[in-house]
């Protein structure tokens, strides 16, 4: 076959991996095989399913390596026993039903185009619950990177706001790793609900203090921060309402304090990163903000009063612009 139909083949059909793959994480599937090799038949009856549709549904898991097979049984691989089975220190089964509510949104993209009206959200508890777990579950990783990354200013700062902070994975990673640090993290009551869980198990209630705050319609998010951190937090926002944090942020820093911006940056054109470009149109599908480039926010941080100093690198897709109020 034509190297570049090949190439077009395959991203058209690049949906049935991910719908198996999503369907087996709706099923809980994985967690119902958990260490045991299990028939079709018993695993279609302890997923509340069909024998015979479940079997090809286990045939295409194994095909693409997810589960193993000896003669008529199945189970998981070490990977997915890992990752995909409930109550595992690497699940990710949340971030996957998250995902599968994405492909619901997805669906839509092709009238999106069309009209430039995005169908309202379904809001639930349990969507949303879904996505600060599953979003806790991979920050760990990413804030030791991130700790690291930022360890020359982070060394001697006491003050931190972390804006957006979510599950407050980023908030201990820090405090842990610099013991002057006092942290406030700034997020609306939904998600401080499982910041409070994580401060409480990490034993940090005393040096991460946890803010109940709609960063955009309060008028200021506070004053004399030696720090403020922002991670994957401005994407999630249009470019007038993106760049007014930023501000906010810089006013809410001392002189000669530091402000860091971690997100999904993208080239001028839009174009690169490929992950960048597809999360842009995550952003579209979802009516909510946009991937920036690192010069778009660089003179946002600029009206800010703080000077952009050093761009840094840090895990698979993210990016680190840091800049100094003067």
Not at 20 to 34: N, S
Not at 235 to 251: C, D, I, T
Not at 266 to 282: C, D, E, K, M, Q
């Amino acid at each position: 076959m034509d190297k570049d139909r090949k190439r077009i083949e395959k991203m058209a059909s690049g949906f049935m991996p991910a719908r198996i793959l999503l369907t087996a994480c709706e099923l809980d599937l994985f967690t119902c095989l958990g260490s045991e090799s299990l028939s079709a038949g018993q695993i279609a009856e302890r997923c509340s399913c069909s024998p015979e549709p479940m079997r090809r549904l286990l045939n295409a898991l194994t095909a693409l390596g997810l589960l193993s097979k000896q003669g008529e049984k199945y189970s998981n691989t070490r990977a997915t026993k890992r990752m995909l089975v409930r109550g595992r220190p690497g699940y990710l089964g949340d971030i996957m039903l998250h995902r599968q509510n994405l492909w619901e949104r997805w669906s839509k993209l092709t009238r999106i185009v069309k009209t430039g009206e995005v169908p309202p959200k379904k809001r639930t508890a349990g969507r949303e619950r879904r996505f600060i777990q599953g979003m806790a579950n991979l920050g760990y990783y990413s804030a030791l990177q991130t700790a690291r990354a930022l360890s020359s200013e982070l060394r001697g700062a006491e003050r931190l706001l972390d804006v957006g902070g979510g599950p407050a994975v980023y908030a201990c990673v820090f405090a842990r790793k610099y013991p002057e640090l006092r942290i406030t993290v700034l997020d609306l009551p939904g998600p401080l609900r499982y910041a409070r869980r994580t401060v409480r198990a990490e034993g940090l209630t005393g040096r991460v203090r946890l803010k109940s705050c709609d960063a955009v319609k309060a008028r200021t998010l506070g004053r004399n921060y030696d720090f403020v951190f922002m991670s994957n937090f401005i994407h999630s926002f249009k470019a007038p309402v993106a760049s007014m944090l930023v501000r906010k942020a810089g006013e809410a820093l001392k002189p000669g304090g530091i402000l860091a911006i971690k997100d999904f940056y993208i080239n001028p054109a839009g174009t690169r990163p490929v992950f960048a470009a597809l999360f842009s149109v995550n952003m579209l599908v979802a009516n909510a903000g946009d991937c920036y480039s690192r010069s778009r926010v660089s003179e946002w941080m600029r009206q800010a009063g703080v000077r952009p100093v050093r761009y840094t690198t840090v895990g698979e897709h993210s990016g680190i612009l840091i800049g100094r109020k003067t």
